[in-house]
């Protein structure tokens, strides 16, 4: 029975996971063999399928996807690199924050993607392109988010350290960050989905590899087939990510969780 | 000679907006505190105890007036001042025994010597099988017994509780005073203890004393002479009875005081 916040069992849950994509393809299915909606503008899931299948033997689709995970990645360890330090900093000292949160807050609100053309002409269609969009589009929200978690930490526990005889540093190295350190992987995991979005639209613009060059060139022979089957690659890669990170935070802070 | 002196500390509040009143939440306060004293501080809600163990603790600053302790002034919270909060402040990411254990790593002690200082205070303070236990799988009465293992762990020169047995109910809390009493019996450590409870202020206490409503003076300063060790049968002895109806009528002025404001 439906109750508010009344659990449902494991196997229930997924159960009802699953039965979301069985009626959104039902749904799809319907709506392109029963012909409502014209072929040119929508594939069928079966030629979806078998589109996807040339793409991966014929086309070296796989080499695509490889390109802009390692784009993503690549961006995002930069990005994660400079943010957490500095967010941890911004958190514990008031004077660093007061020096960069006002900077910071403007920038995050610079939409990454307009940024594309300016990159293009300091740093060509190249890789480094690529990667300076999703280190611009992430790493601003990483400063914010991990200062503002950081300097959330209970003052209870920063009181109690100081009178067990912690200096600023152990302070800084045994409380603020050990207490932060689940939520600032939860950041990581919510920031890496962002990031997604990011690369694809710099894929689209000035590329000749990754998911979204193929978006773009499949586009051109309005082989919505492929395009389909490029964003689907996109959501489960997304999935399995995310998956994985929480699989990495139950293992290293099984304290948050118990 | 005295061990903690407390010399004229008085702490008033700023105003939290524009326009309103400070609060005086102590009024200028003396009190000094012999070697192995175990002494409770007695006295309604809001009467500025927290406070003036606080400013002990050197977690806050006295508005005029200072502290000496072996008659060094504190100015800063540090480990000879060890104190055990009203909350739960156990650090969640850590285990009883690397709880106990997180003063000695910030003096720089061997992994090994830490471990065998927690292990042996797990033991003391009645924890042993739970070494290994994150503090959300204790319940309110162990996690203020590792909190209390935390601190005797870095062998202060004086403790300091906050109600910390405010939040556990009645069997649990006279289980936890009289592994304190057996600790304070064998340690003999100054202890300053705040509580609102009468009973628990005797039973523990060689010296009670009683502060008046907010602003919080010192009302009164009595002594308890009931020998140690103490069993808990002597919550019904007729000595221990006087002095609770001593301690009651003198409270409940005060209370009825506080309550008119
Ligand atoms: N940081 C603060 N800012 C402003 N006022 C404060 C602050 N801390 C305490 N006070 C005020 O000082 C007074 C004394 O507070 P304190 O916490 O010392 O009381 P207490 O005796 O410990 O009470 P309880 O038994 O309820 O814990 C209260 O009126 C409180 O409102
Ligand atoms: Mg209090």
């Known amino acids: ?258 | 000679m005295s061990k903690l002196v407390i010399e004229n500390v008085s702490r008033v509040f700023p105003p939290s907006h524009k326009g309103g009143q400070p609060t005086r939440a102590l009024e200028p306060t003396s009190l000094a505190i012999a070697d192995n004293d175990f002494i409770t501080i007695l006295g309604p809600s809001g009467c500025g105890k927290s406070t003036l163990l606080r400013i002990v603790a050197g977690l806050d600053h006295a508005t005029a007036g200072q502290v000496l302790l072996d008659g060094a002034e504190v100015k800063a919270p540090g480990p000879d001042r060890g104190m055990v909060f009203q909350s739960y402040t156990l650090f969640p990411w850590l285990t009883v025994a690397q709880n106990i254990a997180f003063g000695l790593r910030e003096r720089g002690l061997p992994e090994a010597e830490r471990l065998k200082i927690a292990q042996d205070w797990c033991q003391r303070v009645g924890l042993k099988g739970f070494e290994k236990h994150f503090p959300k799988q204790l319940s309110g009465g162990m996690q203020q017994r590792t909190a209390i293992a935390r601190v005797l762990a870095n062998n202060p020169k004086i403790m300091l509780l906050d109600e910390p047995f405010g939040a556990l109910d009645n069997q649990t809390r006279a289980l936890m005073q009289e592994t304190l009493l057996e600790i304070w019996e064998r340690e003999r450590k100054t202890v300053m203890f705040v509580t609102h409870d009468i009973e628990e202020s005797i039973f523990l206490a060689s010296r009670v004393v009683v502060m008046s409503a907010r602003p919080g003076r010192i009302k009164a300063d009595i002594r308890v002479d009931l020998p140690y060790p103490r069993h808990y049968t002597v919550k019904t002895s007729p000595a221990f009875s006087d002095l609770k109806a001593q301690l009651t009528e003198l409270i409940r002025v005060e209370a009825q005081t506080a309550a008119a404001h």
Do not use: C
């Open chain 1, 1 to 258: 029975m439906l109750r508010p916040l009344q659990p449902v069992s494991s196997a229930a849950r997924v159960g009802l996971g699953i039965l979301f994509f069985v009626v959104f393809v039902a749904v799809w299915a319907w709506a392109t063999f029963g012909g409502y909606v014209t072929r040119t503008f929508l594939a069928d899931p079966l030629t979806m399928v078998r589109e996807g299948y040339e793409l991966l033997v014929k086309h070296g689709f796989l080499y695509d996807i490889g390109m802009t995970i390692w784009r993503v990645v690549g961006g995002f360890v930069l990005a994660a690199l400079v943010a957490v330090p500095l967010g941890i900093l911004m958190g514990t000292y008031r004077a660093v924050e007061a020096f960069f949160e006002p900077f910071v807050s403007f920038a995050r609100y610079l939409p990454a993607s307009a940024f594309i053309p300016l990159l293009i002409l300091w740093a060509g269609i190249g890789e480094t392109q690529k990667l300076l969009v999703i280190f611009i589009g992430s790493v601003f929200q990483l400063i914010l988010m991990v200062a503002v978690t950081v300097a959330g930490t209970r003052r209870d526990l920063v009181e109690a350290a100081y009178t067990l005889g912690a200096k600023d540093w152990g302070i800084i190295a045994r409380v603020l960050i050990p207490s932060s350190a689940p939520a600032i992987a939860e950041i990581l995991r919510l920031v890496l989905g962002w990031a997604w979005t990011y690369v694809i639209v710099a894929e689209l613009i000035g590329s000749s590899s990754g998911i979204g060059h193929m978006i773009v060139d499949s586009q051109a022979l309005l082989n919505t087939g492929q395009i389909i089957f490029g964003i689907i690659i996109i959501g489960l890669i997304g999935l399995v990510s995310d998956f994985l990170f929480k699989l990495a935070n139950r293992w290293l802070f099984p304290w948050s969780l118990v």
